[in-house]
């Protein structure tokens, strides 16, 4: 079986994020100095295996291609740029006409920051009965919300997720869609309600992984303090959370069947506590598996990877040696 292609809608005006993407496509914005969306993108592409993606464009198109050329980070790139903007269903109608008939293609909007494992996303699509897969994510009041009882108001949540899902943006296709009668418009407005109608929709989720949509300066400021001390990994991220001379404690995101390379430190002495999820640590002799709320020490010069079962959150308190790692094996083409 061929590997996947993906395809990215990259055209949109960005009319909400003005004067920002008068200059610049959305895509381009920066979420840290010097790493755009689309870096992060194409970077998830890269690390769930995918070397090879459409760029579907449009407006200040010129500005994406001086970026990224031809190739970035192994991904090979294609620009099929629409000449007229006529919604995501047109831009994703001339994609799907460069892509043989028997790829499978992951499709994302632009302007979508998210933690999702792409790999595990694909699989499930792939064994699913339905030709298209649409990755939905729990709704986030976008205001603090009231509880109450009775005549009284007892508690304040700050923003909490809500019980309804919504679309995310990002998409599995296993076979060449068929857009039927469907021209032009937003294809979330047009075949995929038909498409649900027919039972032909599937859906993916997963419920405790960072999702944001960069829709307005607010969401811009949100990301960017999100990224402030967030690096991604391949396996998924790795954030500083306090820092001091004496010193260091991390947050780890380690996406289900994942793995940090295998590594070792000089200097650095760990403890690692669960937060959320199970794996194990592998070893040179032995494998030590661990579940929620496990503690774990690893000395200084152990060699060692981390691997998730699923998807994983770990708290790292650790002495404050920032480039310390010595890897000794990778399993990824990308850093």
């Not at 464009?57 to 970035?72: A, M, P, Q, V």
């Not at 407005?189 to 999702?211: C, H, I, M, S, V």
């Amino acid at each position: 079986m061929k590997s996947p292609v993906g395809m990215i809608l990259c055209g949109g005006y960005g009319k909400r994020l003005r004067p920002i993407t008068e200059r610049i496509p959305k895509p381009l914005i920066e979420i840290k100095d010097g790493y755009t969306i689309l870096d992060k993108q194409l970077f998830d592409f890269k690390s769930a295996g995918i070397d090879k993606v459409y760029l579907l464009t449009g407006f200040l198109s010129e500005k994406i291609k001086e970026r990224y050329g031809d190739e970035y980070k192994g991904v090979k790139l294609e620009y099929v740029e629409e000449e007229k903007p006529l919604g995501t269903l047109n831009a994703i109608r001339l994609g799907m006409e460069h892509v043989e008939d028997d790829v499978e293609c992951v499709i994302r909007n632009g302007d979508v920051v998210a933690d999702l494992n792409l790999k595990k996303m694909i699989e499930m699509g792939r064994n699913s009965d339905y030709p298209l897969t649409i990755f939905i994510t729990k709704m986030k009041s976008p205001y603090g919300i009231v509880e109450i009882t009775g005549d009284r108001i007892t508690s304040f949540k700050e923003k909490p997720y809500l019980k309804y899902y919504i679309n995310g943006g990002i998409y599995f296709v296993k076979e060449k869609l068929d857009f039927e009668e469907f021209e032009k418009g937003d294809i979330e407005k047009t075949l995929f309600p038909k498409l649900a109608r027919e039972n032909k929709l599937g859906y993916y989720k997963e419920d405790d992984t960072f999702w944001m949509s960069v829709d307005t300066s607010k969401d811009l400021e949100e990301i960017r303090k999100e990224y402030e001390n967030r690096t991604d990994k391949p396996w998924g991220y790795e954030k500083i959370l306090i820092k001091t001379k004496k010193y260091l404690t991390k947050e780890l995101f380690i996406k289900e069947d994942y793995r940090t390379s295998f590594h070792y430190h000089e200097k650095k002495d760990e403890t690692m506590f669960i937060v959320k999820g199970s794996g194990y640590i592998e070893f040179e002799d032995k494998k030590q598996y661990f579940s929620k709320n496990d503690t774990i020490h690893i000395p200084p010069k152990t060699p060692h990877s981390i691997v998730a079962t699923e998807n994983l959150k770990i708290y790292e308190v650790s002495t404050p040696h920032l480039k310390d790692t010595v890897r000794i094996k990778d399993y990824y083409d990308v850093r």
